[in-house]
């Protein structure tokens, strides 16, 4: 649990299943006194870390030009 405010922040809670919301990914865990707990992804160390650097047009001039030399072309 990685949540600051959770009562669990900081435990490690065996994850019991994994499940795919309208509202996001939420895993459902043994919450120990507290019964099974569902909590979302993003409160857990499933997640993956953030970027080391900022989002620039640079990354994404590079990326563009990344996607367009692999993807195929259709002629017409």
């Known amino acids: 649990m990685t949540h600051p405010f959770?009562?669990?922040s900081g435990r490690r809670l065996q994850v019991l299943f994994e499940r795919k919301?309208?509202?996001?990914v939420v895993v459902s865990c043994e919450g120990g006194p507290l019964?099974?707990?569902?909590?979302?992804?993003?409160?857990?160390?499933?997640v993956p870390p953030a970027a080391q650097a900022p989002?620039?047009?640079e990354v994404l001039i590079e990326l563009a030009g990344a996607i367009s030399a692999v993807k195929p072309r259709h002629g017409g």
């Open 6 to 8: 959770h009562p669990l």
């Open 55 to 57: 989002l620039t047009y």
């Open 35 to 46: 019964g099974s707990v569902q909590l979302p992804v993003a409160w857990t160390d499933r």
């Open 21 to 24: 919301l309208p509202s996001g």
